[in-house]
């Protein structure tokens, strides 16, 4: 095993921190123009995903293949899965050049959909993962990569959304890991994979995070959110294949600890535009984020309302699973308290200037 040095971070982070300066005080960049969905009402650069994202994949396969071998997975001892880090890798890489042209030239939601479809299916079509539903269930392999494709498209455009307030995604994310430590801590513990990635993620993502702090001078932007969207939502399909042999594979409902929040706020949202008749794609500041950002507890009391409830259902989900409570019944007290909570927020904040 490779023990990560604090001065190989500290290069890391020096390193992330001078390429996103430059970029910010720069002249050339992609800016974001303030439209009906912006929380921000300045022009502001985005695309901040397309220098942390290949910061992170650089530095992961530098260590994927150093003399002292051992990172991650050595390349000599498992062809079939080294070759799932290639494609994890592969498939990260290419959602941030989709993402950075759609920041560029603003594709048609129809034709990014269908080449996030397409990457998706084709990623898992060769790494055949296995999952399970409900703890038990299991399909045929062809109806699982149809119904998993769907569904991590989904999940990756709803990443994409919270790249709509500062720190909102950073907080979100970095609460998300905890939660995965806690579903799968043998993949997510010290000197595991999952742990690794995340380690040079959030390092490579230091100058990103300096800048995305509130009032932010920098967006991640679709190159950003899109790849993180990806890789979130893929690394833990291969919690069976690099774990321990007698560690149990993914589960798609341990998806929703991930950021149960904003799994609640975007289903309920297009539900509620579905049957009013709006259009699905269209810009609009209907998210509970937004509506707690208009109110006087502003961008700062919204990113610490949902920090704190992302949080508290990283601690019950702790707590049930250390005296042992069986999974699906955590599923549904977790679930229970989330959706309780939200509708609570959303009863007592006040609807104003909704587009």
């Given at each position: 095993m490779v023990y990560f040095f604090p001065p190989m971070f500290a290069i890391l982070a020096i390193l992330s921190l001078i390429l996103h300066s430059f970029y910010v005080y720069s002249r050339f960049g992609v800016k974001d123009v303030p439209n009906e969905r912006s929380l921000h009402n300045v022009v502001t650069k985005k695309s901040g995903g397309m220098f942390f994202i290949p910061v992170f994949l650089l530095t992961s396969i530098f260590l994927l293949f150093c003399p002292d071998g051992g990172f991650l997975l050595s390349p000599k001892e498992n062809l079939s899965k080294t070759f799932g880090i290639y494609l994890l890798l592969a498939g990260t890489f290419v959602f941030c050049i989709l993402g950075f042209i759609d920041d560029l030239y603003h594709l048609s939601p129809k034709l990014r959909l269908f080449l996030e479809l397409s990457v998706v299916a084709v990623f898992l079509i060769w790494t055949n993962p296995e999952v399970t539903y409900f703890g038990m269930m299991t399909i045929p392999k062809p109806v699982q990569v149809i119904v998993l494709t769907i569904f991590i498209v989904f999940a990756v455009n709803l990443v994409n959304f919270m790249d709509g307030m500062d720190w909102y995604l950073v907080t979100t994310l970095s609460l998300s890991f905890f939660s995965l430590v806690t579903i799968a801590p043998q993949f997510y513990g010290i000197g595991n994979p999952g742990y690794h990635f995340y380690t040079i993620l959030f390092v490579s993502m230091f100058g990103f995070i300096f800048y995305n702090f509130p009032r932010a001078k920098l967006f991640m932007g679709d190159s950003g959110s899109l790849a993180l969207g990806f890789f979130v939502m893929t690394l833990p399909l291969f919690i069976g294949k690099w774990g321990n042999?007698?560690?149990?594979?993914?589960?798609?409902?341990?998806?929703?600890?991930?950021?149960?929040?904003f799994w609640l706020d975007g289903v309920f949202i297009l539900i509620k535009r579905f049957f009013q008749k709006k259009h699905l794609f269209s810009a609009h500041r209907e998210h509970l984020y937004q509506r707690?950002?208009?109110?006087?507890?502003?961008?700062?009391?919204?990113l610490c309302i949902f920090s704190i409830l992302n949080l508290s259902v990283v601690c019950i989900h702790f707590v049930l699973k250390t005296y042992l409570v069986p999974n699906i019944i955590i599923l549904f007290?977790?679930?229970?308290?989330?959706?309780?909570?939200?509708?609570?927020?959303w009863f007592f904040v006040p609807r104003k200037n909704l587009a």
């Open positions: 042999p007698n560690s149990p594979v993914w589960d798609v409902t341990d998806y929703f600890y991930l950021f149960p929040y707690i950002t208009e109110t006087k507890l502003g961008k700062i009391g919204s007290i977790v679930f229970l308290y989330s959706v309780v909570s939200y509708g609570i927020l």
